[in-house]
């Protein structure tokens, strides 16, 4: 499967992604704000590509102009209580295309995928309170706001994680308003 964007192609990992992905998750800037630490060697992010991105929904984020994989986006497959199907979207973004709006525009075309074609009911996402630009794509897709948990990562003990969520009602309002 494979989802557009203006400026990127939403496509499913490949083994031989793994160069362009060691090339944004090696950057101290992107892992440890996500909770998992930089990518070590190219045979590191090969492994991650067969594991952690070979489930279902999750996508290669592909520059359209250069053709190189550029982040990682999708569902994580965590479901919250609710009154129906739910799943957490997450993203990584190499920074050399941060402050471009990039993220938003996968973000949303995630959010239309999860609501009419996965049937999902309710999408959440988090950020570390630190993280102020996971916050503004989060808040640019119009999630709310729902509350502050103290959790502990390898990185950080104690670290305070901002939680939100979007119920297809308030999607379809945003969407359609």
């Known amino acids: 499967m494979i989802l557009e964007t203006e ?19 090696r950057d101290p800037r992107v892992g440890p704000i996500a909770g ?6 190219v045979e590191e992010s090969r492994e991650i590509i067969q594991t952690v991105f070979a489930s ?26 609710g009154d129906g ?3 957490e979207l997450g993203y990584a973004l190499s920074p050399d ?18 609501f009419q074609e ?20 989060i808040e640019k897709c119009g999630f709310l706001y729902a509350f502050t948990e103290r959790l502990t990562d390898e990185f950080a003990p ?3 994680t901002c939680f939100y969520f979007l119920p297809r009602r308030q999607w379809e309002v945003g969407r359609n308003g």
């Open 158 to 160: 104690d670290r305070p």
């Open 36 to 41: 998992w630490k930089p990518h070590e060697s």
């Open 97 to 114: 295309y941060w402050g471009r709006g990039l993220m938003p525009e996968v973000c949303r075309e995630l959010l239309r995928y999860g």
């Open 7 to 25: 400026r990127t192609l939403l496509r499913p990992f490949a083994e031989e992604d793994a160069a362009d992905v060691f090339a944004y998750a």
């Open 56 to 81: 279902p929904n999750v996508f290669a984020v592909v520059d359209r102009e250069t053709g190189r994989v550029i982040g990682s986006a999708g569902f994580t497959g965590r479901t919250r209580g």
């Open 118 to 137: 996965l049937g999902l009911e309710e999408i959440w996402c988090t950020h570390y309170r630190e993280n102020s630009r996971s916050r503004r794509v």
């Open 85 to 87: 199907p739910s799943d």
